[in-house]
């Protein structure tokens, strides 16, 4: 691909954007934030009858040939624009560019929410250990509140249409699907969970618009340790909530290397501040089934990851480093939940 | 090769992470994080990778034979006289093919030496788990 370049962004810009003049790109430099995605940040600067003299700090993100995600720039920017004004901290979107000619990839622009942190290392951190059970708090709450969302008031027309009944199937096709089509080898025992998965299917409470990547890592937030946004939707649909509540309480996200589910709270405590934000319980039998479900969803991921390198379609390192450090202990994830640890 | 690799590549993470990363920000002092982290992995699994491979494969045709006396089927057959890794995982990946196969047949015979070899199965894959297990696991 490529590269980004200050100047080739104003000049798409003033192509783009006929109304603005005196067009300024600075600073332009690539974040280490979104495997999936390629994540820029940059200054804006420009004027317009309509909006006078405007300084803008803006997040660009742009799609890559090939990525551990089958995900494109509008269905994120569909998501973002769909939970904005909800209740839920997100960042506004400004910009969408599908044609890829300009960039070698479609790129979004986003309002650019500086000053904040989105660190799930820095959680291991002993200066932020009496922060977590805050941070926990604002994590799991905000994805009841999510949850919580009737669907109904959203403009979900970006992602696939699901049902209360059908959705625990539909996600799991998605994903088998994603796994065939990114074989690397067999995998007997996400194999066998997938068999003990399609023997029972759970039926949602209710519809909410499903994050898809809801961790730590994947919000920001202040040094008081409150949310500030909730960042990286490009998997987001309609959905069973409990599998934003599954996602981000799997073993893999145990980033401090103990019980702490995404370095932060134990599985009980997750789960209790989830239902306070939701006001709904989680059943433990269909949250049960979308733990393990959230194993095949995973591995399909670190899967696809591996296959970008196989076949040659892609070099990001973190596609490496992420099938290397995660495959593993996704497999092991799956044994303790299928209890064959 | 000597010194020892593992060490080698131990201590160049090391150096990467305490000599080179203070020296950068953003993507490239990510993209550092992640090499050095790598080749912590590329350390883990240097020396142990073909003993490593190598009892895996004999235990999964020890319980695909079993399969095959249960069933009346073919043996697995196969072997690990070429050493290098990329045969042995080749191998491997055969083994764990006719061992997810057999699985999802056992899980269908009610019968007590099925689910004898199933649960067998069962303890093999938790081990060889435990065995791949680097260093830098979450979980």
Redesign the interface.
């Known amino acids: 691909m490529r590269d980004l370049t200050e100047t080739a962004l104003e000049t798409y810009l003033a192509a783009k954007m006929p109304d603005w003049r005196d067009i300024r790109v600075t600073g332009l430099?690539?974040?280490?934030m979104g495997a999936s995605r390629e994540t820029f940040r940059f200054d804006l600067a420009y004027a317009s009858d309509a909006e006078g003299e405007q300084s803008l700090k803006v997040i660009l993100r742009r799609d890559p040939p090939a990525s551990n995600v089958d995900s494109d720039r509008r269905h994120e920017y569909e998501a973002y624009r769909a939970i904005y004004g909800h209740g839920i901290p997100v960042p506004r979107m400004i910009l969408l560019e599908e044609d890829a000619s300009h960039f070698d990839g479609a790129i979004s622009l986003a309002e650019d929410l500086r000053g904040y942190h989105n660190s799930e290392y820095q959680f291991q951190d002993p200066a932020w250990a009496d922060r977590l059970p805050h941070i926990a708090q604002q994590m799991w709450t905000t994805m009841g509140k999510l949850a919580a969302v009737p669907v109904e008031d959203l403009d979900l027309s970006f992602t696939r249409p699901a049902t209360r009944e059908n959705t625990a199937q539909q996600e799991l096709d998605y994903w088998v699907a994603s796994l065939d089509a990114h074989d690397i080898?067999?995998?007997?025992?996400i194999?066998?969970a997938i068999?003990k998965l399609r023997r029972w299917y759970p039926v949602a409470t209710k519809l909410a618009l499903v994050h898809g990547d809801f961790r730590a890592g994947n919000f920001l937030y202040d040094d008081a340790g409150d949310l500030k946004a909730v960042l990286d939707w490009e998997m987001a649909h309609c959905g069973d909530p409990l599998e934003d509540l599954a996602w981000s309480i799997t073993?893999?996200?145990?980033?401090g290397?103990n019980d702490l589910r995404s370095g932060l709270a134990t599985r009980e405590q997750a789960i209790r501040l989830w239902e306070e934000g939701s006001g709904m319980k989680a059943d433990p039998e269909a949250l049960a089934w979308w733990e393990l479900f959230i194993c095949v969803k995973t591995q399909a991921i670190w899967n696809a990851g591996t296959h970008v390198w196989a076949t040659g379609q892609g070099r990001e390192?973190?596609h490496?480093?992420a099938a290397?450090?995660?495959r593993?202990?996704q497999?092991?994830?799956a044994?303790e939940l299928m209890g064959?640890? | 090769m000597k010194p020892d690799v593992s060490l080698a590549v131990a201590e160049l993470a090391n150096r990467l992470r305490t000599d080179l990363l203070a020296e950068l920000t953003?993507?490239r002092?990510?993209?550092a994080a992640?090499?050095a982290?790598?080749l912590d992995?590329v350390a883990d699994e240097w020396d142990g990778a073909v003993a490593r491979l190598v009892r895996e494969n004999r235990a999964f045709r020890a319980l695909l034979d079993q399969g095959a006396a249960l069933y009346a089927t073919p043996a697995p057959g196969g072997d690990d006289e070429n050493l290098r890794v990329s045969a042995l995982t080749a191998e491997n990946?055969r083994l764990?093919?006719a061992?997810?196969d057999l699985?999802?047949r056992l899980?269908d015979d009610a019968s007590a030496p099925a689910q004898a070899l199933l649960d067998a199965?069962?303890a093999e894959?938790?081990r060889t788990?435990?065995e791949?297990?680097?260093t830098?696991?979450?979980?």
């Open positions: 430099h690539r974040l280490p080898g067999p995998e007997p025992i194999r066998a068999r073993r893999t996200f145990c980033f290397k390192i973190i490496a480093y290397w450090w995660l593993n202990a497999d092991k994830a044994l064959k640890l | 953003g993507f002092a990510n993209v992640m090499g982290a790598m992995m990946d764990r093919g061992i997810t699985m999802a899980e199965i069962w894959l938790a788990v435990n791949r297990r680097i830098s696991a979450n979980f």
